[in-house]
């Protein structure tokens, strides 16, 4: 009998609930449209609490939060994961810290997006996510080693998609209303930024803004573009 060659993900979920879903669904059917074999990816999944990582980062206890993110990577390597990633990407605030104390590799969502937008040759871009994602340096300082600006929403907009973000679509709740006002800043940003895309820094705004491109900008969904990385990294460990 032919031995098969184990490779188990790991993921830091729940942050939130519902883009883990996301990435649960997305994993599988890539894997299956990449592999034409019939066959499933292993993944162990550690579900982390949302409020209590919000918490760390709103009170700045970012040393909390890192051994907090770490043990729940540990529970992962325990289970079997032989790699990992963190569903989320306000977490990445701490992403070195954690990578450095890691008993397992971990794929970075923010250089898996910036290596798309490097790919796509843009070089001004808008960035979406909640108030910690959008106004933090743990993007911009990956950004800009390739040259890449990217580019805040003004304050009240920047306050609306935060406002939104945490109190309707981690919670499952998709207004059209919300969807109109959020491409609504981007029309705006686009005007009076010349912005040339927008990143999706945020794994729940892809489930509401699920179109590639709105009005001529392309949207990055962070989400599809980890999940990317994340089977490619299964399939490479596979051949091996």
Request: proline share 4%.
């Amino acid at each position: 009998m032919t031995k098969l060659n184990r490779t188990i993900l790991g993921i830091i979920g729940g942050v939130g609930p519902e883009s883990t879903i996301d990435y649960y669904r997305s994993i599988i059917a890539l894997y299956r449209q990449r592999r034409h074999d019939g066959s499933y990816p292993e993944i162990v999944i550690n579900s982390i609490d949302l409020k209590r990582e919000i918490e760390m980062v709103e009170r700045n206890q970012l040393s909390e939060l890192t051994t907090y993110l770490v043990e729940g990577v540990e529970r992962l390597a325990h289970a079997g994961a032989r790699f990992g990633l963190i569903a989320s990407n306000t977490p990445h605030i701490v992403f070195d810290d954690v990578r450095s104390r890691s008993p397992i590799p971990l794929i970075s969502i923010i250089e898996g997006a910036c290596a798309a937008a490097k790919e796509r040759q843009l070089k001004r871009i808008a960035i979406f996510g909640t108030k910690f994602t959008m106004t933090g340096d743990f993007y911009p300082k990956v950004f800009a080693k390739e040259g890449i600006e990217l580019v805040q929403p003004e304050s009240a907009d920047r306050d609306y998609i935060h406002d939104k973000y945490m109190n309707e679509l981690v919670n499952g709740i998709f207004h059209e209303e919300t969807r109109s006002h959020l491409l609504a800043i981007i029309d705006r940003m686009k005007e009076k930024a010349k912005i040339g895309a927008v990143i999706l820094a945020g794994t729940e705004l892809p489930l509401i803004l699920r179109d590639d491109s709105y009005n001529g900008i392309p949207l990055l969904n962070t989400t599809k573009i980890h999940v990317a990385a994340a089977v490619e990294r299964m399939l490479g460990d596979q051949s091996a």
